[in-house]
């Protein structure tokens, strides 16, 4: 695959991710901010960690490579 290519795929797959992210907040879900996300505060410390979120978005990748590759 050439460089070209690969740079209009990733610009279509970060316009696509952009259009998702408006949706959903439009729509009031917050990737991100899910239940099952985990947040920790201690004093003036912080530990983030997007348990939900990242099962969410691997489920959602999965699909559309499975998709795409048929």
Same mark, same amino acid.
């Given at each position: 695959?050439?460089?070209? @290519? $690969?740079?209009?795929?990733?610009?279509?797959? =970060?316009?696509?991710? #952009? $259009?998702?992210?408006?949706?959903?907040?439009?729509? #009031?879900?917050?990737?991100?901010?899910?239940? #099952?996300?985990?947040?920790? @505060? @201690?004093?003036? /410390?912080? $530990?983030?960690?997007?348990?939900?979120?990242?099962? =969410?978005? /691997? $489920? =959602?990748? /999965?699909?559309?490579?499975?998709?795409?590759? @048929?």
């Amino acid at each position: 695959m050439n460089l070209a @290519k $690969l740079f209009i795929y990733a610009g279509l797959g =970060l316009l696509g991710l #952009g $259009l998702l992210l408006f949706l959903t907040n439009k729509l #009031g879900i917050h990737l991100g901010r899910l239940p #099952g996300d985990i947040v920790i @505060k @201690k004093g003036n /410390s912080t $530990l983030y960690f997007p348990v939900m979120t990242c099962i =969410l978005l /691997s $489920l =959602l990748l /999965s699909a559309l490579i499975w998709i795409f590759r @048929k």
